[in-house]
């Protein structure tokens, strides 16, 4: 494999879940001055380029940067890997690798991004496990999956660690992460009210 260098990994952004916990679309949640989806975007951007978000069909979303391609998922509920492939169709043939994001992550460190980018090395997929736990919506993905990802879908085989099960996955643990982000803000998904009034609790005065 081609050893992936930081100008060849783009950014995906995944906001097509259903917000059942949180009682209302994450990527409209208001956080320090912008919304939720809108500051993931950013935030990412500043680690990589170009930066895809991936929505639902019918789903309406935040006002994006004219650089920031919207596309959309082809069949509505396959998760993350669903979004994913999305994700690759329009990346295809741009870049080498993308890492993947949720949409729900307001405290994503673009340091955390850059040194996963830099752990690839000639694995197919570089992923955290920070307290026993796999994090594939904050890992880096190469484009040369996608063949990988559409398999597993045909097959309903929708958790994302069938796929690190499949090809070369470097697995990234807590330790080689701690000094770029020491309380992994970056893993902190936002699924409930209680998950988001804390989280705004924490950003403030921390911008």
Partial sequence: MVQVIPDRVAGIVLCGGQSR?????????????????QRVVRLLREAVEPVVVVAAPKQE???????????????????????????????QGRVDAAYL??????????????????????????VPRVNGYHHPLAA??????????????????????????????????????ADVDPGFKTLRNLNTPEDYEAALRDCEGKI
């Fill in 61 to 91: 979303v935040p006002t994006l940067p004219a650089e920031v391609a919207l596309v959309r998922d082809d069949v509505e509920g396959l998760g993350p890997l669903g979004g994913l492939a999305a994700g690759f169709r329009a990346l």
């Fill in 21 to 37: 916990r949180m009682g209302r679309p994450k990527a409209w949640l208001p956080f320090a001055g912008e919304l939720m989806l």
């Fill in 140 to 177: 880096v993905y190469r484009i040369e999956l996608a063949d990988a990802v559409r398999s597993l879908l045909v097959q309903n085989r929708l958790r994302p660690l069938f796929l690190f099960d499949t090809v070369p996955t470097r697995i990234v643990e807590g330790a080689e992460l």
């Fill in 101 to 126: 994001s949720s949409c729900d992550v307001p405290l994503l460190r673009p340091e955390f991004v850059r040194r996963l980018m830099h752990l690839l090395g000639d694995s197919a997929i570089c």
